[in-house]
């Protein structure tokens, strides 16, 4: 792994992201019902004292509000005067100054709406990554060590579940189970109403008081997956000839497994480790919305539904940069850890 | 291309040896097969109409208006109606033909009222709404059916042309390799780092899609996943001497990926099915569940979802979707954990 390996594949990354957002840039570019067809719609609903039904087709929607020349500056104020690839450079020359635009819901820069949303995805992320390590890594070893006991088929059931369901149902039945019917959880948010005026300890309470059910749907589905490949390279591992070896010399059963092939087991994990660099921005927008959390997935989807396309594009250029990174690091963390490995 | 060797035979074996997925298939394909005739024993209309001497079978045919049967509308008939008035004008002992009505006399579309309450009603025998009613007053189960036959249909037509691209691509990519697998690799990373149904959500806000239309954004944006494994497997295979020999004879590139390169690439490819399957129906249920997904009124699980997170009181819309969905969903990933253990079983050493 050298330098010039990492500067090509950094290098690599930009006709990527270019690809990425240009594709994404043109369909919000063809969309009737665009930040125009809104403003005109709001003007017009104004305009006609009630609230005006018009269909997601604005073309239908009769300019009366507005005059020509008024159209004609929102849409230049919204870019859309000109073609896709020149708006889309416009847009690019204002990225490369981090200069993301601003919104057409909220009338204020891209990055404060995100800057807004960040603290809430921040904790999730955070927490859930770190659950998902505290839970996976010890659950795996011993699944491991115990195959085919009691222990290991019954949190297979468990993990299986997690497998297969998607976390937003997991989602809805924990919200129906214990928010609704039992009520031992709040049904959504992330903090109380009256949270400023708690103590700091009654604070954290409370916060996770609100988090717990969304923390198990979020953690759910990494759960799985993390924990299985836990089990099974661990597993891989112990039938390795060099443990069998360790265990021929004389060494116990728990120091053969943790000096020697513990170690080398945390190789796959490494794979997907890179991606824990977008944990603030990971909030699924399904679960967000079931849980009524403002995070930075609920964002996006908020973003969609107003068509408020600078805020949909910055999360999307965010995200994308995030995760090209997060493969990057992935590829780093595995060359690291196992000298096998050789990127060239 | 369909010989079945030996050892696609031993691996069949291996898959019926694994109980759970074993059955686990029966019971889908079982489910499968009672859900596309549905109509038959879940819906409005009747099995047989015994009118005036003559019989009616209207389950499959255009709709009988009202007037068919001596009503006073033109409308399609309201065959339980109809059952309660024959039934009545019997009682009274005039002669009245009959009516035989499916086990659940409610099809998916058609909305029923009680006396009492507001819906979403419950459960009841009583009315035969053996799951209760979602808000609109349809009944659940209708729904439920309806809406598996629509998730397994969509999602395995999803998976089949989603795979015929990606298949098609990744095999040439190892085949050709040079500048088109550059190329190719490009678009390939392009097009896995676009976030799926984002971007699908983006697509659907703009066109309200069709069952084709919103399949055709789906394969457009999710055609990539099976790329890599054909590309690699193609490029191993390429390099094995019978493909060579089939070059040397004067074979086409498409005769030799499609006699021989897929064949030998069956097993990958049949592997990945029931994710896919599986993956089809929870972002079908996500977009529906969001609203961009199929149009309304098409029943849909996403949407029985929705009205039931909506309405958590009705216990019964989101409780009957979501013990469906992990049903389901937990029964596809045992037949896909069976297919894979068959296909390439792992022999572990216990430490005692």
């Known amino acids: 792994m050298s330098a010039a390996y990492i500067i090509r594949r950094l290098l690599l990354m930009i006709p990527t992201f270019l690809g990425v957002t240009l594709m994404v840039f043109a369909i919000t570019r063809f969309v009737p019902g665009g930040p125009v067809e809104r403003a005109l719609q709001e003007a017009q609903s104004m305009a006609d004292g009630e609230g005006g039904e018009a269909s997601s087709g604005g073309n239908e929607l009769r300019a009366g509000a507005l005059s020509k020349d008024q159209i004609q500056m929102l849409n230049e104020y919204y870019g859309f005067d000109k073609p896709v690839l020149v708006s889309y450079a416009l847009w690019l020359k204002k990225l490369v100054v981090l200069d993301l635009g601003d919104s057409t819901r909220w009338y204020e820069p891209v990055w404060q709406t995100i800057a807004r949303v960040l603290p809430v995805s921040t904790f999730y992320g955070l927490v859930s990554m770190l659950l998902a390590y505290l839970i996976c890594i010890p659950l795996g070893i011993i699944k491991a060590i115990k195959h085919r006991t009691t222990l290991d088929s019954l949190s297979s059931i468990l993990i299986f579940i997690g497998y297969a369901i998607p976390g937003f149902i997991v989602a809805v039945l924990l919200m129906s189970c214990f928010s609704f019917y039992l009520e031992w959880f709040p049904s959504g948010g992330f903090i109380s109403d009256e949270f400023e005026d708690l103590g700091v300890f009654a604070k954290v309470i409370d916060l996770f008081y609100h988090a717990t059910l969304p923390l198990i749907a979020y953690t759910i589905g990494s759960f799985a997956v993390m924990t299985m490949l836990m089990k099974n390279s661990l597993m891989d591992n112990l039938a390795a000839d060099y443990v069998r070896t360790a265990m021929a010399k004389g060494f116990p059963f728990r120091t053969a497994v943790f000096r020697h092939a513990l170690r080398n087991s945390l190789i796959p994990l490494a794979t997907h480790f890179g991606s824990n660099i977008s944990f603030f921005i990971g909030g699924s927008f399904l679960i967000e919305q079931i849980f009524d959390i403002d995070g930075f997935g609920l964002l996006g989807f908020e973003s969609i539904v107003e068509r408020d396309y600078p805020v949909v594009m910055g999360i999307l250029a965010i995200s994308c940069v995030l995760q090209l990174l997060g493969n990057l690091l992935s590829d780093i963390c595995v060359a690291s850890v196992d000298p096998r490995v050789q990127f060239e | 291309m369909f010989y079945i060797s030996p050892r696609l035979l031993r691996r069949f074996e291996r898959f019926r040896a694994i109980k759970r997925g074993y059955y686990s298939l029966w019971i889908i394909l079982a489910l499968i097969a009672v859900s596309f005739v549905a109509e038959l024993w879940i819906n409005n209309r009747a099995l047989i109409v015994s009118y005036e001497g003559r019989l009616y079978f209207p389950t499959y045919t255009e709709m009988y208006p009202g007037n068919t049967f001596g009503l006073d509308y033109v409308h399609e008939t309201d065959y339980l109606e109809l059952q309660k008035n024959m039934r009545a004008k019997k009682e009274k002992g005039e002669k009245a033909g009959w009516v035989l ?130 590309r690699s497997q193609t490029y191993r295979e390429r390099s094995r001497l019978y493909v060579l020999s089939a070059q040397s004879l004067g074979a086409s590139p498409l005769r030799i990926i499609l006699k021989h390169i897929l064949p030998n690439s069956l097993s990958i490819i049949v592997t990945f099915i029931p994710f896919a399957i599986a993956g089809g129906i929870s972002s079908l249920t996500a977009l529906d569940y969001l609203g961009y997904g199929l149009p309304p009124p098409t029943p849909s699980w996403g949407e029985l979802l929705d009205q039931g997170v909506e309405n958590l009181d009705a216990w019964w819309v989101a409780g009957s979707v979501v013990v469906m969905l992990v049903l389901i969903l937990t029964m596809v990933t045992f037949v896909g954990e069976a297919v894979r253990e068959a296909f390439d079983p792992k022999k572990f050493t216990v430490y005692e």
């Open chain 2, 101 to 230: 009505m499916p086990l659940v006399p409610h099809g998916p579309l058609d909305t029923s009222s009680r006396e009492e309450g507001y819906a979403p009603y419950p459960p009841s025998i009583k009315y035969q709404n053996y799951l209760g009613t979602d808000s609109t007053g349809r009944d659940v189960l209708a729904r439920l059916i309806y809406g598996f036959r629509m998730a397994m249909v969509f999602s395995i037509v999803l998976m089949v042309f989603s795979y015929i691209i990606g298949i098609a691509v990744g095999c040439m990519m190892g085949f050709f390799g040079g500048w088109f697998d550059l190329v190719m690799q490009r678009v390939v990373e392009i097009w896995s780092n676009v976030p799926f149904l984002y971007v699908v959500m983006i697509v659907s806000s703009i066109i309200v899609p069709s069952f084709w239309m919103l399949l055709a954004i789906m394969v457009f944006f999710g055609w990539q996943g099976m790329t890599y494994y054909m």
